[in-house]
């Protein structure tokens, strides 16, 4: 079943000279229900646009986008979103901070405080309910901000570019934590990075967007075995074939920005 659906959209916003930047054009895009999508490509191609609009954030200038074949014409509750950027309150402990979303949605205080300590003791933050943003390190206030969108138990998991900020051994380790969410909610993905190692580790599907406008240049389904974790795939000889694979395509993209032929 097709969950998520872009047809033939196009995204453009005003420039500061007057004139309309496009961001995508004519770009078709579709996500099976259960599946996990990431979608790559150069820089400004239009990956978070992409997503922004398939999360009802975007509205694009023409094209249909489609939630479970129903047209998206805002924020759905079946979507949860994380963003590269760190969006916990500073002045919320963070219990407070993983009961947010449960909190705005009408949760009763015991009810969301009793599911946001399982939540955080699922994500390895046992003993910091009490504690406050700013005295976490960053993997302990990614795991935080991925607690509170799974308080309201979305059907769809929007990510764009998580991880990018951390360190090669927390990323790992919360790279496996997300195949392991994912493996047992069968909750859809998709997933923004320009890590290409990153999106042949966790995707089952891999998407290039060409340099901007952005479209789809190229999918490539990833047959890796599942369950997979991330270091038991890296150095497999089919990743390293995927990944030089796509790798290649990706540079033509890179090379089109730049103006080489």
Known sequence: MKLLELKD???SFPSP????MTAL????????????????????CGKSTALNVLAGQVRPVSGQVRLAGEPVKGVSPSVGYI??????????????NVALAMELRGVGKQERRAAARDLMARMGLSGFE??????????????????????????????DEPFGPLDALTKEKLQDEILALWESTGCTILYVTHDLTEAITLADRVVLLSHRPG?????????????????DVKFSPRFVELEKTIWQDLQR?????????
């Open 9 to 11: 959209v196009t995204v």
């Open 17 to 20: 000279d007057g004139s309309r």
């Open 25 to 44: 054009r004519d770009m078709s895009l579709s996500v099976e229900q259960g599946e996990l999508v990431a979608l790559v490509g150069p820089s400004g």
């Open 83 to 96: 963003s590269q950027a760190d969006t916990l309150l500073p002045w919320r402990t963070v219990l407070d």
């Open 130 to 159: 009490d504690n406050y943003p700013r005295e976490l390190s960053g993997g302990m206030k990614k795991r935080a901000a991925i607690a509170r969108v799974l308080a309201v138990d979305p059907a769809i998991l929007m990510m």
């Open 215 to 231: 479209r789809v240049a190229g999918e490539y389904p990833i047959d890796l075995l599942r369950p997979r974790r991330v270091m």
């Open 253 to 261: 993209e890179l090379c089109r920005g730049e103006g080489t032929p």
